[in-house]
């Protein structure tokens, strides 16, 4: 068991491009989350999958942001034309059940220039 | 909607005094709650948790008592060392939701 792993741990990107972050989680996890932090602020929650359904989205999901996690294993999460205010460390965490203890990984920093 | 509310930091104390932080939330039902610590350079990671009214969750050193009738889970411990320096955040996951609500963090910084 190596945790929740997440890549890349850094990404710079001009605005209007596109940017796309992986998170493997616990091998035995089948519930995944992503969620944005951004400076002083705790996480916010984005979006979870059980397996590979999409469960629930926050509005903070806008059109140009999709989670994937096909297969039930690693997720997706990309974000379509880039705006600065999208810059923001992105959360991945998994937990083996609905109760249980959600496990984060590092984070994806993600800065828009 | 749910909400939590820390206390504002950084809370700057020396080596072995008594730690408090302070959270309270809003949420329907009654939620379970958290506490969560970022070490430096590291991820989130648990410290404690209470699912019900009454449960005091401990870890480490801390403690957090679930007070339903003060909407309130405090964070406490006795005798505070350099290596507990980090952000700590309150959170709840409201009953029937996945999604853990956070608030917005409070610095540590002990000091020899």
């Known amino acids: 068991d190596t945790g929740v792993s997440q890549d890349p741990r850094h990404k710079i990107t001009k605005r209007g491009q596109n940017v796309t972050f992986r998170c493997d989680p616990i091998s035995e996890h089948n519930r995944l989350y992503w969620y944005r932090q951004t400076l002083g602020q705790g996480p916010e929650f984005l979006t979870y999958?059980?397996?590979?359904?999409?469960?629930?989205k926050s509005r903070l999901l806008s059109d140009r942001f999709s989670a994937e996690r096909p297969k039930g294993s690693f997720s997706t999460l990309e974000i379509q034309r880039t705006e600065q205010g999208d810059s923001a460390m992105y959360l991945c965490a998994s937990s083996p059940g609905p109760e249980g203890e959600q496990y984060f990984g590092p984070g994806t920093r993600l800065t828009v220039t | 909607g749910d909400s939590v509310t820390q206390m504002e930091g950084p809370v700057t104390l020396s080596e072995e005094a008594f730690l408090t932080i302070n959270c309270t939330y809003t949420?329907?039902?009654?939620?379970?709650l958290f506490w969560y610590v970022q070490y430096p350079g590291e991820g989130l990671q648990l410290l404690l948790k209470?699912?019900?009214?009454?449960d005091k969750g401990s870890n480490k050193g801390f403690e957090a008592t679930y007070r339903k009738e003060t909407t309130s889970f405090h964070l406490e411990k006795g005798s505070v060392q350099v290596s507990d320096s980090a952000v700590y955040f309150c959170a709840l996951q409201g009953r029937g939701r996945r999604a853990l609500t956070f608030g917005s963090g409070t610095r540590l910084q002990v000091q020899p």
């Open positions: 949420a329907t039902g009654y939620p379970s």
């Open positions: 209470a699912t019900k009214a009454d």
């Open positions: 999958f059980q397996n590979e359904a999409q469960l629930e």
